[in-house]
């Protein structure tokens, strides 16, 4: 544990340094302001531009969605750089012959950066949400968003052999958050061709209102971690 | 003949890292995107696009371009070869705009657009402007998250009034923004000739501040002034 610890707290050296700590504090708070007020008065002017009665009102769920899944994206993106980095100075392998192991490091690059995630999410996304979200709809969609930053940290670190490769990954793996709109634009039954995707149920259970869809985006979500886990503790050597 | 190849090994080192496989498949998706969306929306909707993916990629990957060079140490060859800055520059700034266009003209045709050329003058106009800007960035970096954070104030400057533009939510003197400038041939739209001179003059300047970059990353290989 207590190398876990030490590991994490070089990695928030490290990005402190680079002042992406700084940038990974701050950016979830604006965009979170830039959601509450500026949303708000898109909405306005194009209700009057148009003369509709609604315009983009109807899709403020979704925008509590993209909330909750940005904190747990970044926090966990910002990880994933950094195993890359160690990867191509050849760092890690030798973090994982110390008492640290692949299993410490995997913890220390991004579970722990995802329970950070986790719990700035649980707290901004009440403050900043612009529908009526319960209490439980909170936890399900900072938990899953969570589970959507592991999921795109672990592909980045799985299918990528250097910094590059990773940058092409993340372009890819950034997609999987706009499952969630799937439900709001696409018509059912098609919209289940994204039903593989822990988004596409945080969506579905914002739009039906209903947290029985939280089992199977946790389900999908967990699956998806064991796969990319245990290919990812082949790939690293 | 080393320019063509030094180009040739650009495109071999980006397909090998999986660019063409990544912007074909997001080629697909965007087709299939604009293909949903109403018919009034479709040319907006693929300048966006463009404007801020292929056109832009070259903000986005020249960090881990020049990074993972460094890394392997394959700068400090370059230094030593006869190989000129200049053309160091105009290889990475070429072989990654040929992705950029053949994505604008699959996108352009998917949208029937208004005129294809000058979409692809548009698209080769930014991408240059973006790479170069990538260059300058990534030769004075040493980390990935320090590019990205770097990146985020130019995305800021040119995303966010190129788009209001597209919109017709700036001030007619706008219109000379080189960023504007190269959203109104994107779009297929009149634009300003006067914007095409300062645009070809940031060219020029760009240019010069990547090279001083590229030069200076060179000189410094090693830890040791060379």
Redesign the interface.
Known sequence: MRAICRSFLHMLK??RH???LF?ALTAPVLAGMAIKFIVPFIEKSLIQFTGMNAVISPYYGLFDIFFASISPAMFCY?SA??M??EH??HIDRYLFITGLGKNGYIISRIVIPALFAFVTTAVLLPIFRLTDLSAAQIIFLSLTGTLQGIIIALLIAALSS????????T??SS?IIFGAAAPYFISSPFCFCFSFLPSFWMGKSIYDNSLIYMVPSLFVGGIQIIILQRKIMKSLI | MRFCNLILWDMKFQAR???YL?YG??TL?YAALLFSFPEAWKEKAAAILIFSDPAAMGL??M???V??EK?QRVTSFFAVSPLSVIEYIWSKTLALNIIALVVAAVLAVSVNSRSISLVLLGTFLSGILFTLLGIIIAAKIK????F??AT?PIEIITFVPAVLHLFGATPEFMRIYPANVCMDMICGREFSVVGLFFTAALLVIFFYAAYRSVSKMWQCEGGEKL
């Open positions: 490290f990005i680079d002042m992406m940038a910002i750089m950094v890359l980095e191509d100075d250097n910094k590059l490769e990773g940058m092409a990954v372009k890819l997609l | 890292y999986g660019f990544l498949f997001l998706l986005f990957f960090g881990a371009v990074l993972l890394s980390s990935l998250n320090q990205i954070l985020v």
